[in-house]
């Protein structure tokens, strides 16, 4: 019963564990359900892939009520990757909170943000597996509502003003995408997204069809912070608290993006997308604003996390650059990068985590000389850092390399000098850091490291996971590179 | 949208098999409920701004927030 059940567990388990935290309201015990619930899922996701490479594809009827009338989960190699990078990076940044979040949320809120955070979960791995254009939005909602609330959960006012702004921001997206789910429904009367791109592929090219795409395409470029679309994006990682912007970074906007690769390439059908009015060009053209722009903001901030945020865009841009190429070589880039960034974004993200627990700050200016303090965490922060510049041996090398080879293949030549010059902005934001770390003296003023609290030995754990990832997947490429290609020929082929 | 001309509710009788269809009204009572969600989490975090910066004055808070 078990194992023909797993997709609904998927995403039932972690909703149904989200309101016995608030029962169990307590700290320990919610952390360790969150623990649990997270490692359970990251099981059931393990198991869905091991059944999607045997069987292709799984589809389940919620209720029983067969598609196109009931709601469908459908599973496919695309939607197995996905479900695992976001579990995984769930597993292990809910193992690392729990001594950073008793030091940034007030004691008397700790449960709500393991609450917020499973709900949240809940929302993406549900946006990730269903099969109904307007389950989909439902589950966004869900997702995109859990982050509002868990944003202002920190102890720092401006938090609120930040999750206010993603918001207004965040529910008009929502908003469009419904606009456009409803003009589909119009069209074709299904709201199956399989049952969707039959009816669609067969339908006259109207301009209803044309409308409710582009209505789309700005409801997902909001919420996945595609440049120019990204203006919540900073603030929100900024001012929440610090392992609420690592889970946010490494999981939410890769969610949206795998959103409108579903929508381009299943749904749609790239011919559409892409042929009809080289809307391709425009995806191009946002994706080196966003790497350019993303990176030139990162070289300017003195505070930590503001320039990881900015460097977020800039990475976003990557992967939207692949998309855009429609070729098999450059899906799969873009796919290797999602699966990647997931992993360098959190592993940078913990590491400033790590450095606030002590320090109790995140500019730059005044951690100057402070790896003499904590070498440990300067050095796992360095490993990430080389990987998200791309240096060879670290997981950024592959999904550059391959994005590289992509634009050359798709004939775009003009684009490697973008992708190569927004690398070596990289190169300067994360050398500020490390220059100031290692090589600046300690300024008088300077933080001292606060003794008073323990070695928060989890985070370090977790960061460290993180870290030998980060160099894992730059070496033994085998199990996402492969699966990537084998997703992309798929989606290109269909 | 979801009108048939001659149709009925949608309530399984005996009596009629041409009936309305149902969806619509279910796509718009759960994006009713979204929205209200969103109001009423947009509302709360306005509370919780008085609150922290004593203002709901969107120049007043960047000005403390710079």
């Not at chain 1, 470029?221 to 610090?242: E, V």
């Amino acid at each position: 019963v078990i194992s023909s059940n797993l997709p609904a567990l998927q995403v039932v388990l972690p909703l149904v564990a989200a309101p016995l935290c608030i029962i169990l309201h307590n700290r320990i015990l919610a952390w360790l359900l969150t623990v649990f619930v997270c490692l359970v899922s990251f099981g059931i996701s393990c198991a869905l892939l091991n059944q999607v490479l045997a069987e292709n594809t799984i589809t389940y009827a919620m209720g029983g009520w067969v598609a196109p009338w009931g709601i469908e989960y459908y599973i496919d190699k695309l939607t197995a990757y996905m479900l695992l990078i976001i579990s995984s990076v769930a597993v292990l940044v809910s193992f690392g909170a729990r001594e950073s979040i008793e030091n940034e949320i007030a004691s008397d809120r700790i449960y709500l943000f393991y609450t917020t955070f499973l709900l949240n979960l809940t929302g993406l791995l549900g946006v990730i597996i269903t099969g109904d254009a307007f389950n989909l939005f439902v589950f966004i909602e869900i997702a995109s509502l859990s982050s509002y609330a868990i944003i202002c959960l920190g102890k720092d006012k401006r938090c609120l003003y930040a999750a206010f702004r993603y918001l207004i921001f965040g529910t008009v997206g929502a908003s469009f995408i419904l606009i456009s789910v409803g003009l589909l429904y119009v069209v074709t009367g299904t709201l199956n997204i399989a049952d969707l791109s039959q009816q669609l592929a067969n339908a006259e090219n109207t301009a209803t069809i044309k409308t409710a795409f582009v209505f789309f395409i700005i409801g997902i470029g909001i919420k996945a912070a595609i440049f120019p679309m990204h203006l919540w994006l900073p603030d929100a990682y900024t001012y929440s608290p610090s392992i609420v912007s690592t889970f946010l970074a490494g999981t939410t906007t890769k969610v949206f993006l795998y959103v409108l690769i579903r929508f381009i390439y299943s749904l749609y059908g790239y011919e559409f997308s892409f042929f009809n009015e080289s809307f391709n060009y425009l995806l191009m053209i946002t994706a080196c604003g966003a790497m350019l722009y993303g990176s030139y903001q990162a070289i300017k901030q003195d505070s930590l996390k503001r320039l990881l945020a900015y460097s977020s865009i800039a990475q976003i841009g990557y992967m939207v650059l692949g998309i855009a190429l429609i070729t098999e070589l450059g899906l799969a880039a873009s796919l290797i990068h999602i699966f990647n960034h997931a992993f360098i974004k959190v592993g940078l993200f913990l590491a400033v985590t790590t450095i606030i627990y002590s320090y109790n700050t995140d500019s730059i200016e005044r951690l100057a000389g402070m790896a003499k303090t904590s070498p440990l965490t300067f050095v796992l922060f360095l490993i990430s850092g080389l990987s998200i510049i791309g240096v060879p041996l670290t997981s950024g090398f592959i999904s550059k390399w391959y994005l590289i080879k992509a634009s050359l293949e798709a004939g775009y030549w003009m684009l490697v000098p973008v992708i190569v010059f927004s690398s070596v902005l990289a190169i300067i934001y994360i050398g500020r850091v490390i220059e100031a770390a290692y090589f600046k003296p300690e300024k008088d003023s300077a933080i001292s490291f606060d003794d008073s609290k323990k070695t928060p030995y989890l985070l370090f754990l977790s960061l460290f996971i993180f870290s030998f990832i980060n160099i894992y997947f730059g070496i033994e490429t085998s199990l996402n590179v492969d699966m990537a290609f084998q997703i992309a020929h798929e989606l290109i082929s269909k | 949208m979801g009108k048939v001309i001659d149709g009925t509710a949608p309530i399984l009788t005996e009596s009629s098999t041409l009936y309305s269809s149902p969806l619509p009204h279910v796509l718009i009572l759960t994006a009713i409920v979204v929205g209200i969600s969103t109001t009423a989490l947009g509302l709360a975090i306005i509370i919780r701004i008085h609150t922290a910066f004593g203002t709901i004055e969107d120049d007043k808070i960047q000005q403390e927030i710079e």
